[in-house]
């Protein structure tokens, strides 16, 4: 199982950006999938998960209405459509693999990709 996120860069306020993040192996389809985010001096945080189905979506409060989880399981490929981009949204961003459910915390999930780097300029 590997996962590769890509699509990180430099924006400016108010910009959009949409991160990918491949899998390879069979799981895909059947793991629920979440994006977290760590930025300089804090911890790993939640954003965004998306059920195995791509029938359940859930955000943290400081990107409903701006980012968007979506899969392709065509493609095995995870995505994070972001809008609006502010600068607080500056850290690198990692995907990562879920068996049991929704997680919103790092401990729960079994896979990670490595991170891609968002900054966003004010």
């Known amino acids: 199982v590997q996962l590769q996120a890509s699509g990180g860069g430099l924006v400016q306020t108010g910009d959009s950006l949409r991160l990918s993040c491949a899998a390879s192996g069979d799981f895909f389809s059947y793991y629920n999938l979440g994006w977290f985010r760590q930025a300089p001096g804090k911890e790993r945080e939640f954003v965004a998960a998306i059920s195995w189905n791509g029938g359940s979506t859930i955000y943290t409060d400081s990107v409903k209405g701006r980012f968007v989880i979506s899969k392709d399981n065509a493609k095995s490929t995870l995505y994070l459509q972001m809008n609006s981009l502010k600068p607080e949204d500056t850290a690198v961003y990692y995907c990562?693999?879920?068996?049991?459910?929704?997680?919103?915390?790092?401990?729960?999930?079994?896979?990670w990709g490595q991170g891609t780097q968002v900054t966003v300029s004010s």
């Open positions: 990562g693999a879920d068996r049991d459910g929704l997680g919103v915390r790092v401990i729960e999930y079994d896979y």
